[in-house]
């Protein structure tokens, strides 16, 4: 997922990327093809270049050697509601076929929901950035027919409808999962397969997403990571595993 | 003329206890909090309002930390504006998450742009601010139907015809600002990224400082261009040491990720986040109790920021 991530990546780009998988896939990218590639953190940040992970956006490790410290207002008004931001990163807890993303809450078992912190800027990245790109993994309950809660729009009911609500930004680039990379038909706007990741089966991406899939019967296969990839990950990115351990 | 800058900084001295500034919330207020997830939150000013049993407070922030967890906690929250909150790695604001789920609280769930451009029309004296985010989204739903419905708004721009929301200022009654560093009367210094706290400032109607050092104004006038609130602006300034622990106060100390730890484990029930105020916020009974009952020195020494890193 972090180079499927980082392969998508084009240098010189600015880019708004969260803690965990996105970070990896952005500084992936800047340590082999996007050497130039910006980051941007709403807490107030351009361009760090930390040398030690830590605990989330709000955690100092995260600031090091930025070029700007600055606002909220700044970066996620200025800079991403102004239209300069290429990609957004976005999390999810669950995704539907429109690429429509809920970071809030989602339903228990036993009924009622479940809260989780909230989105933040996530609807804010979803509105304005030029693309989006979710990282999730591949579930029934996650990649789902029905949201609990749209936090962060991707083309709502499809065709032309996230347009005709008013939002700016290009919507939904790519859904990366643990088992697939997924693009976005140019006319219905429904979630397609590109590529399948080695070793999972069709059968087993049906089984594990929630709303209809249309295979290809001539699906291509994700390239795996390059040995010099899942070198710089293991030895230099995250060494401790803090975040590739979590998928 | 020498001792000129000195009278006048005692004219404006604005030094008072944390017990004096706290008193100057009252029951019902509108509070802007000043941190950010781990990061920066008012926590010894947090307490003094636990201990002084503050009432049916409405908090605001772009993203919540420990600081608004322990206030709703302790049932002292009725309200919530805001875009998100967590304690980063170490886990969900519980308390805060709790009180949704429950319906003890009405939620008012921006994006956080949102909050920020509130505070914004605010800072400004202007009704509101048009904006893009949140068009089609269930957050907007949810504020227009159930949590705000007076305070968001959408029409067409009367010079494009472009679809916009408009959000209604927001001017909170207090903003509590934790820093680094003050003079006595409120010019206040920020290191580091300063999230919303800048417009969070300019929109509310008192301001009060909490801040890790006390300096002479001359101090501040070395570096302006740090200041992030200028010191007429500000009502009372409160000068306490390890004033965001265990959050982390950039180039002053890191966080306490032991303490995090024990915190989140309490905070997962009802019974164990008021064990947790009951025995690290009332019993100790101020903030300098408070820090012996975290360790004292040694582990505060042990926090200490260096100086080239930051943290």
Redesign the interface.
Known sequence: MIAAGSRELRDDQVVFAGLGIPQLAVSLAQRTHAPRLRVLNEIGLVDPHLIELGVGNADPRHWYRATTFTSFLDVVGMLLHRGVVDVGFLGALEIDQYGNNNASEVARDGGGIRRFGGGGGANDIASHAKATMAIIRHERRKLVEQLVHNTSPGYLDGGDSRKRAGLPGGGPHRVITDKAVFGFDEETHRMKLLSVHPGVTHEDLRESTGFPLDIPSDLALTPPPSEEEVRLIREELDPNKMYVSAF | MAGHGRVQEDANNKVVSLADAAALVHDGDTVALSG????RNAIAFSHELIRQGRRDLTLSA????MDADLLVGAGAVSRLI?????L???G??QC???A??QKKLVAE?Y????V??RY?AGALGIPFMP?????????LKRIKEETGPDNVREMDDPFTG???LLVKALQPDVAVLQVQMSDAEGNARVY????????ATRAAKKVIVVTEDLVPVDIIRQQPELTVVPGFRVDAVVHVPYGAHPT?L?KCY??DEDHLKLYVGKARTEAGVAEYIDEFIVKPGSHMGYLEKVGGLATLSALK?DPI???
């Not at chain 2, 805001?82 to 967590?86: D, L, N, R, T, V």
């Not at chain 2, 904006?131 to 957050?139: A, I, V």
């Not at chain 2, 580091?192 to 417009?199: D, F, I, T």
């Open positions: 950010f997830a781990c990061t772009c993203v919540f930390g805001y875009g998100g909150g967590s980063d790695r170490y969900a604001i805060v998450n709790r949704y789920e769930y994006s956080s742009l949102g920020t451009f914004l904006m893009k985010s949140m068009l089609g989204s269930d957050l472009e679809h916009l580091g990224p300063r999230w919303e706290n800048v417009e982390s950039y890191d966080h920021a890193l930051g943290y």
